[in-house]
């Protein structure tokens, strides 16, 4: 049976960074969510777009608005990583 060996390097849960990226981060991914989660902010009827309601437009809005910031979150992360 072969062993495979792993450096503490490898198994760090530390994140390579400054505090500002960090936050960065962080606040890209917490922005979306906390515009899903206030439902008061988009439970209305009107104004409609295309006959959608706004209920609706404004949920689909941004689900695109979301994928945006959590590419950029992906991206600031693999950077933060030393990625390319």
């Given at each position: ?46 104004p409609?777009?295309?006959?959608v ?13 979301s ?18």
């Amino acid at each position: 049976m072969s062993t495979v060996e792993v450096s503490a390097d490898e198994l760090s849960l530390e994140t390579k960074g400054t505090t500002g990226q960090k936050v960065a981060v962080a606040v890209l991914l917490l922005i979306p969510v906390l515009v899903f989660a206030i439902t008061p902010i988009y439970n209305f009827k009107g104004p409609e777009l295309f006959g959608v309601t706004f209920f609706y437009w404004f949920l689909t809005f941004w689900l695109f608005v979301s994928a945006a910031f959590f590419v950029g979150a992906a991206l600031l992360l693999n950077k933060m990583e030393g990625g390319r």
